[in-house]
């Protein structure tokens, strides 16, 4: 069993007591324990951004590396439409399901747009998967 990340909220003060308890659990050293502390009240897990507000309440929107190019699947390219499609659907799928502010979510969607119109993806590509939602 393989396990790349994992979301765990502990006291400031038992981080690193913590992380060395995970890491002698494996006598071989074949798995090690890392952590990440938010920074501005930010913290980025798999492909999410958690943002904790003053409030208390989390906010969660799309996080994309710095080094992320926004290349997808090119419309141009040899592919039947079903998988051209697919991604338009997935990447809207992905806002609406995971985007906690409306706000945020339309920019996000207006992102996507973009990025897939630099793809060369015409609008009815996604009039159809709207509408289809």
């Known amino acids: 069993m393989y396990v790349d990340d994992i979301f765990e909220v502990v006291k400031k003060?038992?981080?690193?007591?913590?992380t060395e308890f995970l890491n002698n659990l494996d006598d071989s050293g074949s798995i090690?324990?890392?952590?990440?502390?938010k920074s501005e009240g930010k913290l980025p897990f798999l492909d999410l951004l958690i943002i904790r507000k003053d409030t208390g309440a989390l906010n969660l929107q799309i996080y994309r590396k710095p080094t992320h190019t926004d290349q997808y699947l090119n419309f141009n390219s040899h592919h039947p439409?079903?998988?051209?499609?697919?991604?338009?659907?997935?990447?809207?799928?992905?806002?609406q399901s995971l985007i906690s502010d409306?706000?945020?979510?339309?920019?996000?969607?207006?992102?996507?747009e973009k990025a897939l119109r630099d793809c060369g993806y015409p609008d009815w590509t996604f009039q159809k998967i709207k509408k289809s939602r």
């Not at 003060?13 to 913590?18: D, H, I, K, R, T």
């Not at 439409?81 to 809207?92: A, C, Y």
């Open 102 to 112: 409306s706000t945020d979510r339309h920019a996000e969607d207006l992102h996507i």
């Open 81 to 95: 439409i079903e998988h051209k499609l697919s991604v338009v659907r997935t990447l809207f799928d992905r806002s």
């Open 32 to 37: 090690k324990f890392t952590y990440e502390m």
């Open 13 to 18: 003060s038992s981080v690193e007591g913590l």
